[in-house]
C-alpha cells in the first residue's frame, strides 16, 4: 500500500488483457491494452482507453477498424512480442504472426483464443491523455473456446495497468 489511496485502489480492480489491433492502408499494428469493457447491447458497443500518443491512436479514425485479440492464459507467450511500443520496437509487426480479419483487415494474432472485430463509431477526447475509442461489434470468431478464469488476464501475470 501506498499514500496514494486512489492509486491503491484503481490497482485492485481486475482487469482483462489484450491485443488491441488496427489498420491504415499497408499499415498494421498490435498493441496490449486493459481499459477496455463492453458498454451497449444494441448495439453491442466495446469501449477502449487508447493513449493519445501511442501509434495505435494515430491509424484509428471514426468509420475504421479496430480488433481486440484475447488469448488463453496457457498462450501468454503469444502476446509478448507486441508489448513494445512501434516507436522503441519499429519491426514488431514484421516479428508478429498474424492473419487479416475478414472484415476491416485489422491483424488478428497467431494463438489467440477469439477475436471480436469492431467498427469505430465514435472517439470521445474526454480531457485526459487517453481517448475513448468506442467501437460496435461487427464480426467475431472463437478459436479456442474458455471460460473467463482461463482467458489470459492482468491478474495473474501480476502486472499492472492503472492508478
Ligand atoms: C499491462 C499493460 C497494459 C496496458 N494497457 C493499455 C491500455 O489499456 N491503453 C493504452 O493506451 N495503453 C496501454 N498500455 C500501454 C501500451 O501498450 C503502450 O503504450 C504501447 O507502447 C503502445 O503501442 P504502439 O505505440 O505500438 O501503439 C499497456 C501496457 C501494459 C504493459
Excluded at 496457457?74 to 513494445?84: C, E, L, N, R, V
Aim: proline share 4%; hydrophobic share 45%; charged share 20%.
Amino acid at each position: 500500500m501506498s499514500d496514494d489511496k486512489i492509486k491503491d485502489a484503481l490497482r485492485m480492480m481486475p482487469y482483462g488483457f489484450y491485443a488491441f489491433t488496427t489498420k491504415d492502408g499497408d499499415d498494421v499494428n498490435a498493441m496490449v491494452v486493459n481499459w477496455v469493457s463492453q458498454m451497449s447491447y444494441a448495439p453491442r458497443l466495446l469501449a477502449v482507453g487508447i493513449q493519445k500518443s501511442c501509434y495505435s491512436r494515430g491509424l484509428l479514425a471514426v468509420g475504421g477498424g479496430f480488433g481486440l485479440n484475447l488469448f488463453l492464459q496457457a498462450d501468454s507467450d503469444a502476446i509478448m512480442g507486441i508489448t513494445s511500443g512501434r516507436a522503441k520496437k519499429p519491426e514488431k509487426m514484421d516479428a508478429a504472426d498474424y492473419t487479416a480479419a475478414p472484415e476491416t483487415g485489422v491483424p488478428v494474432l497467431a494463438n489467440s483464443a477469439a477475436y471480436i472485430e469492431c467498427k469505430v463509431t465514435q472517439i470521445v477526447d474526454v480531457g485526459g491523455d487517453h481517448d475513448i475509442i468506442v467501437g460496435e461489434a461487427i464480426n467475431a470468431d472463437v478459436m479456442k473456446e474458455a471460460a473467463p478464469p482461463d482467458v489470459l488476464s492482468l491478474t495473474e501475470l501480476g502486472w499492472s495497468y492503472a492508478g
